[in-house]
């Protein structure tokens, strides 16, 4: 219940204001957002690296409401990208394509996915395609491929284990070799397409790491790059230790080396299973997010940490 109202807070406007408006609320989002500049970013990603963790960046925002903002945050990516490549900071980018166009006009979108691919390009950097609701799973999917069938192959794309679907894409996208950040999902979705009881969610979990790790060793086991950008195939996405601790096992039952599969958790979110990870060897990915639009981001945190949903109640209304 608590989950979902979170979830439904994410997506409401009167909130948003209300929230936004809180200083409680924008102290208490710093836990999770690196900040609202670029350069508050940059910084966070050098403490990660120093601890030998890369990044992955990401300019707040989805639901662009105009081709202009579209382009206008597409330009914002470009420039995440620019930084990286300036500080040298071990890191590459994550997109979400309602963010720049897809609900607005699909060919728009497929504009802004390729200037954002050529410059990562250019920079021998990488660009993972963020997956979000489940009306714009295929969507997504289609603008990934199109954009690879384009010669645009340092991208990959996120799969969410909660979604019943999410076991067919999987066997398909590790046959194509395409990289998969596989993630439990965080986004409130009906029983007729995503599975109800975590207990399900976490036994798929284990299934689809199972494929992407299968997938990783019929394609050579391909390591992860040195520098930080570019990952392996399977990035196993979860701050849940008992998660992490069967892809360790199941990975080293057959025979895939550390350096071929990649742990990614949220900024602010088991920094201490994100260094003990690193520790052991393997490669270690924290997404970091910054920028203004942090609000549907943070509510999203709090449907997925009740801990602090207390706190947080508890401070909502004071003022």
């Known amino acids: 219940m608590m989950r979902s109202f979170f979830i439904y807070l994410s997506k409401a406007n009167w909130a948003r204001k209300i929230v936004m408006g809180l200083s409680l609320a924008r ?20 403490a990660l690296n120093e601890k030998g963790i890369n990044a992955t960046l990401d300019h707040l925002g ?16 470009v420039a995440a990208l620019d930084a990286i490549k ?26 802004n996915i390729e200037r954002i691919l050529e410059r990562a390009a250019q920079q021998d950097n990488y660009v993972r395609i963020d997956m979000e609701d489940s009306p714009v799973t295929q969507i997504t999917l289609d603008l990934m491929r199109q954009a690879r069938d384009k010669g645009y192959t340092n991208t990959g794309i996120v799969i969410q284990a909660y979604l019943y679907r999410s076991e067919e894409d999987i066997k398909k996208l590790a046959s194509e070799g395409i990289s998969v950040r596989l993630c439990k999902g965080a986004y409130k979705e009906p029983a007729t397409v ?12 284990d299934k689809l790491a199972s494929l992407l ?15 930080g950008k570019k990952p392996p195939l399977p990035g196993l996405a979860t701050h849940d230790a008992q998660r992490v ?12 080396p550390k350096q071929g599969l990649e742990f990614q958790m949220l900024y602010g979110i088991r920094r201490d299973l994100q260094e003990q990870c690193a520790q052991e060897g393997y490669p270690v990915r924290v997404y970091v997010p910054y920028g203004t639009e942090w609000y549907p981001y943070y509510m999203r945190r709090l449907a997925e940490r009740p801990a602090n949903v207390w706190f947080f109640v508890s401070n909502f209304f004071r003022k």
């Open 62 to 77: 989805e639901n662009t409401d105009s081709p202009e903002q579209a382009r206008q945050a597409t330009e914002d990516i």
């Open 245 to 256: 601790a069967f892809v360790k096992a199941y990975a080293e039952k057959v025979g895939l």
């Open 194 to 205: 995503a599975f109800p009881k975590k207990s399900d969610v976490d036994a798929n979990y």
């Open 27 to 46: 102290r208490m989002s710093s836990r999770f957002v690196s900040g609202e500049r670029l350069e508050d970013a940059i910084q966070a990603i050098r």
């Open 213 to 227: 790790i299968d997938g990783a060793m019929a394609q050579g086991a391909p390591a992860a790059n040195p520098d």
């Open 86 to 111: 300036a500080s040298g900071v071990r890191a590459n980018v994550s997109i979400k394509l309602t963010q720049i166009g897809l609900a607005l006009d699909p060919a728009l979108c497929a504009e």
